[in-house]
């Protein structure tokens, strides 16, 4: 038996225990649309309705061990099933925070009124799970049709402003187009009290499920929603860039053309962070805000990769307090400019081998590298080669890199079978072999190095 037909199974024999109490239950929120849509969605939420909390608590205790996700809002799960089971209820907001609502379980509350608490018609279809009959009262399957992003109740809609991030989000995820309504409904939303998690798990869906994430941060801007939570990327908007170079625009347009780029190496599994890699082709130019500058009729933007680094800094630490996405994207960010300058210059090997062990991620470096070509057009007489042309020769000296690390290298162990006491000096004997490691120098000679140098520091003392 499949993952899915268990689940799906044994949602049907809830189904047909709660019809026996004179209920029914419906499959909702996004395992409907994305089933109508055939893509894959393995979280099942189903919703009983016209029977007590007390009755379902009973059916589910028969068929299993009941888990209780919220008592208070009628939420349930079995151990060993990945579906949740809810019963209709009624929100009633009593403050700005998310978390701000009284609950009430109505579960004779009839579909309509429940399904109008969701956010988008898409999002409020629900399917009968005996007949599979679809329920839609908000016209969901006509916006599916037309690709459209509605929002259902401009009273509701309201009380909890993520929704802004939500069609954002889903409008990036299905390429649909957001309801003019729904746009400006959205700008009147004050984003301020969103805690860092829940923006967060919005921008990793979008940029980690969308092939085109840049259309998350067009709809925000349409919305006038980026200044928030955003405002680094905001201000990239009209940042001039030299046109020889950057035929397609300001550094806006270029970020949002790198983002969708970047989506084919992320997914790809080249690299070892995909959020952080998305997050770094988001930042990779916050540095052109700071550095750009007009020089004799020409537009420059010289050690841009270094002086956006404090803006990186602040930018992901106001979304994640994870270190490992914060390390990653400042480390590929200062390195982004070096892989294509390197190549266009066809650099000693003992560069692009300090190049790769500087990097935080070696061949995610590449992956951005060429996602900043594909990201930009270039004018005429730019010198420059095809975008993705340098690939080749990038992931060829990669292979050195490896095969290089890959040999016999000094170890402290090593210095200390060779007469050496360990002390303060270790660390620069250490340093310097891995120096003659990257310069391709067997270990024999590296070893031979580094003992003449301590004879000639103990002759000094």
Known sequence: MSYMDKNTEISI???????????????????VRDKILGIENK??????????????????DSLGERITIGESFGIYGLKGYDIDVAMPRQEKNRGKGHKDFDVFVDPDIGTKKASERRDFTINALMQDVLTENIVDHWNGLEDLKAHVIRHINNVTFVEDPLRVLRAAQFAARFE?????????????????????????????????????????????????????????VEDLIGVEQNPRYHAEGDVWTHTMMVLDAAVVFARGGKCRNELGFMLSALCHD???????????????????????????????????????????????TRLHMKPN????????????????DDAIDPEGLICMALSDTYGQILGENSGLKEPGSNGDWLYARLDIYREYMSRPYVMGRDLMEAGLKP????????????????????KNSVLSQILSMARKQENKK
């Not at 187009?177 to 746009?183: G, H, L, P, Q, S």
């Not at 002390?423 to 067997?442: N, S, T």
């Open 13 to 31: 024999e809830i189904a047909r225990r709660v019809a026996e109490k004179g209920g029914s239950t419906y499959y909702v929120g996004g395992y």
């Open 176 to 232: 649909y187009k957001v309801a003019n309504e729904t746009i400006e409904l959205c700008k009147s939303m004050n984003l301020e009290s969103l805690a860092q998690e829940r923006i967060m798990a919005e921008l990793g869906k979008a940029l980690l499920k969308a092939n085109k994430p840049s259309i998350f941060f067009q709809v925000l801007r349409e919305m006038d929603q980026l200044t928030t939570w955003f405002p680094e």
């Open 43 to 60: 979280d099942i939420d189903i919703e009983v309705h016209g029977v007590k909390p007390a009755v379902l608590e009973e059916i589910l």
């Open 286 to 332: 916050f540095g052109k805000v700071v550095a750009t500058e007009f020089v004799n009729g020409g537009i420059h933007a010289y050690g841009h990769e270094v002086k956006g680094i404090p803006l990186v800094k602040t930018f992901i630490r106001r979304l994640t307090s994870e270190k490992d996405i914060l390390d990653y994207v400042v480390n590929i």
């Open 341 to 356: 300058s390197m190549a266009n210059m066809n650099s000693h090997i003992k560069k692009t081998n300090q190049m790769f």
């Open 423 to 442: 002390g303060k000096e270790f660390k620069e004997y250490l340093d310097f072999a891995h120096k003659l490691r990257l310069a391709g120098v067997p």
